[in-house]
């Protein structure tokens, strides 16, 4: 029987069913609310990605501090997950709890500005080199006002993503590569329009397939993650931020960048890092410490566009904003997150607990002879079941062993480490500690020890 990423598939499913029985022994309280949950909510959870987890059932938390989360059951967790990148920067962060708090008391949505409003707009234009911005109330919604605005201001319908790219839920990036060339994802529910009418997709670092796709003047915008981090990390090869930057210009596209993952980076993102110049630039999730809040900044050029654009246009609901979006809440937020946590040095402690984190998984990967790597962007890690890393999601999606995937994840679950449960995603926040960091190494160690025992032993 072939191998999966080196392990032999069926001492793989040995594994997979001991550490399933081992999760509902250590957790009844999680398997008692998981029956009362399927009473009223569908598939038992509020949101149906809190099933993605390897566990038979959902983990159900009790509380959170740091970089350490316990559950109902009573067990503690080194989360390396930090609520899929919400909580990058560690829950119940003082500083955020202090803000919030403060702002509860006074009132949390208004619909009208607040006098953190200014010193928001200063901190965000500082970080990352934009001059202006808008909120929105998650990265999905930015991602839809960015693209709306593209559409308008170039008169152009269509635009372009990367194959394997994720930007929440916009429809118009849900087309990957198929076969036969670019489909409608698999999995998207109820779209009763062929998204592939507007938007083209290509491999991420073909820069000849990105230049043919543009080549017509009829793409509006190229909405781009800096590094592709949600099929798998895959970094961007030497060149390709520029040959991007420079053929957008070229063919009159304008060029998105969605941070929302790679804020991971630093403190001005991979933008801020890599001294690169979107017209405009996309930010969610760890944005307001939590709170549901997003932002989306312009150059110069393109809030001058905008505001010809709405001194012209007939009057009426753009179908951009929503209630909730720039609440006061979310602002009190973000002020405090950008002024006292997303800090130099608290980048600098991630960058450092990375490094420890990269050296230790390859250790691992070496002493047990695994065809794995290791990438990352900033504190964003992946390991990868294969070597050497893809450059492309094709590759990427071959590499994406299910099984393996939820033996390696519902193990760690089992010796106390949650990571994202997507793929093979950690993330490091400034309260990881370095024995986190080891006793994460040290379960992938067990892990693939076990997988690697021969079934003779069981």
């Given amino acids: 029987m072939s191998r999966l990423a080196g392990i032999d ?39 149906h990605w809190m099933n993605d987890w390897a566990s038979p059932v959902p983990l159900y938390a009790r509380d959170a501090a740091g970089a350490v989360i316990h559950d109902v059951d009573g067990h503690r967790y ?36 607040t006098e953190d409003v200014p010193a928001v707009g200063r901190l965000l234009a500082a970080r990352f080199g934009l001059p202006v911005w808008q909120m929105a109330t998650t990265a999905s919604d930015a991602n839809r006002a960015a693209i709306r605005w593209a559409r308008a201001l170039t008169g152009r319908s269509q635009i372009l993503v990367f194959d394997g790219c994720y930007h929440g839920a916009v429809d118009d990036a849900y087309v990957v590569q198929g076969p036969q060339g670019a489909r409608m994802k698999p999995g998207l529910v109820g779209q009763v329009h062929d998204m592939t009418a507007t938007t083209r997709v290509v491999a991420f670092n073909d820069i000849a397939a990105l230049e043919a796709a543009l080549a017509d003047g009829a793409v509006a915008a190229v909405l ?9 990390m895959i970094l961007p090869d030497d060149g390709f931020h520029d040959a991007l930057r420079t053929l957008t210009r070229r063919y009159g596209t304008l060029l998105i960048l969605d941070e929302t993952h790679t804020i991971s980076t630093g403190p001005g993102g991979y933008t801020g890092a890599f001294g690169l110049a979107p017209d405009m630039l996309t930010l969610g999730k760890p944005i307001a410490g939590g709170i549901p809040a997003a932002v989306w900044g312009m150059t110069a050029d393109i809030a001058d566009r905008i505001r010809d654009y709405q001194r012209t246009a007939e009057t009426g609901s753009s179908g951009i904003g929503t209630t909730l979006s720039g609440n006061a809440l979310a602002v009190a937020g973000m002020r405090a997150m950008l002024e006292q946590v997303m800090t130099p040095a608290a980048y600098a402690h991630m960058r450092a607990m990375t490094v420890r984190l990269v050296d230790a998984l390859e250790a691992v990967i070496t002493r047990h002879g695994l065809p794995w790597s290791t990438v990352n962007v ?7 079941l294969a070597r050497p890393a893809p450059r492309d999601a094709a ?27 997507f793929h093979m995603m950690m993330l490091l926040s400034p309260a990881t500690l370095p024995a986190q ?8 160690d067990d892990i693939a020890a076990l ?8």
């Fill in 78 to 113: 080194d989360d390396f997950c930090l609520g899929d990148t919400p909580s990058m920067y560690g829950h119940a962060v003082p500083a955020i709890t202090e803000a919030l708090s403060a702002q509860l008391a006074r009132g949390s949505s208004f619909m009208l500005p």
């Fill in 437 to 444: 960091v080891d006793r994460l190494a040290a379960a992938v």
């Fill in 224 to 232: 781009a993650e800096p590094a592709m981090t949600n099929c798998g």
């Fill in 395 to 421: 590759a990427m999606r071959a590499s994406l062993h299910g099984p393996l995937l939820d033996v390696l994840h519902l193990g760690l679950i089992n010796r106390g480490v949650l990571i994202a449960p």
């Fill in 9 to 47: 598939p069926a001492r793989l499913a040995a594994v997979l069913a001991d550490e399933r029985d081992r999760f509902l022994q250590d957790h009844p309280k999680a398997a008692s609310l998981a029956t009362q949950s399927a009473e009223h909510w569908l598939g038992g959870v509020p949101m």
């Fill in 451 to 458: 997988l690697l025992a021969s079934n003779d032993h069981d």
């Fill in 378 to 384: 900033g504190a964003r890690v992946e390991l990868v």
